[in-house]
């Protein structure tokens, strides 16, 4: 039925509520360098449950770490520039259409620099709107690798010309990580906060 909610499938779960190796994973999270810089989207909601992909993290803790840690070496220790970098994310975040990713790094991307009429350019594909030679490429480059999981020859080419290899390697690794947290974000049916959840898609 049109406007009807999707509901989450996968329960919040609270900490008093974890085990010690899920509590250790909490508080990586929490105490970590998104919890320790200003906090642009919130971590948590109001009784301490992880907001966004972190919930699901607590499932399987050992993977949890290693996929947490992964997200925080790609936002606070890569080199791409801060707005390259929000601007490849919400690339996948607009191919997936997740609702979260969008919430979150428009936030973020506000905070880089980033205006309205970026951000609407990027859920909207429009990366013309991006004079800066680096943005662009890093935004088409992104858009082609979360889409079609490949880049032709013309296409690495140009991304290994603009980015050199390590900054193709470090595209690749980010669109890779958004993209799984899109499709967990997906699966699990988790909205951003006030709005519905996801439905299914086939895209």
Same mark, same amino acid.
């Given at each position: ?6 509901? /989450?499938?996968?329960? +919040? ?7 010690? =190796? ?5 508080? $990586? ?12 989207? @919130? ?48 690339? %996948?975040?607009? %191919?997936?259409? /997740?609702? &979260? ?9 506000? @905070? ?17 709107? &991006?004079?800066? $030679? ?5 935004? =088409?480059?992104?858009?082609?690798? @979360? ?38 974000? +997906?699966? &699990?049916? %988790?909205? @951003? ?7 299914? /898609?086939a895209g």
């Amino acid at each position: 039925m049109p406007g009807e909610e999707t509901p /989450s499938r996968l329960r +919040r779960l609270r900490p008093d509520e974890l085990d010690a =190796d899920q509590r250790a994973l909490y508080d $990586e999270i929490v105490s970590g360098p998104r919890g320790k810089g200003p906090r642009l989207f @919130a971590l948590t909601d109001d009784a301490g449950g992880l907001e966004g992909p972190f919930n699901a993290m607590l499932l399987r803790p050992a993977l949890g770490h290693a996929l947490q840690a992964l997200g925080a070496a790609i936002r606070y220790r890569g080199a791409l520039p801060d707005r390259c970098r929000e601007i490849a994310i919400l690339a %996948v975040a607009a %191919v997936w259409d /997740s609702a &979260f990713e969008r919430h979150a790094h428009e936030a973020v991307g506000r @905070a880089a620099g980033l205006t309205d009429d970026e951000l609407r350019a990027l859920r909207d594909g429009d990366h013309d709107a &991006f004079t800066d $030679e680096r943005e662009r490429l890093v935004a =088409d480059t992104a858009r082609a690798l @979360a889409g079609r999981g490949d880049l032709t020859d013309e296409e690495f080419t140009r991304a290994r010309d603009v980015l050199g290899d390590d900054g193709v390697f470090e595209l690749t690794t980010l669109v890779g990580y958004y993209a799984t947290l899109a499709l967990q974000l +997906r699966v &699990f049916r %988790v909205a @951003a906060p006030h709005e519905p959840a996801p439905r299914e /898609s086939a895209g």
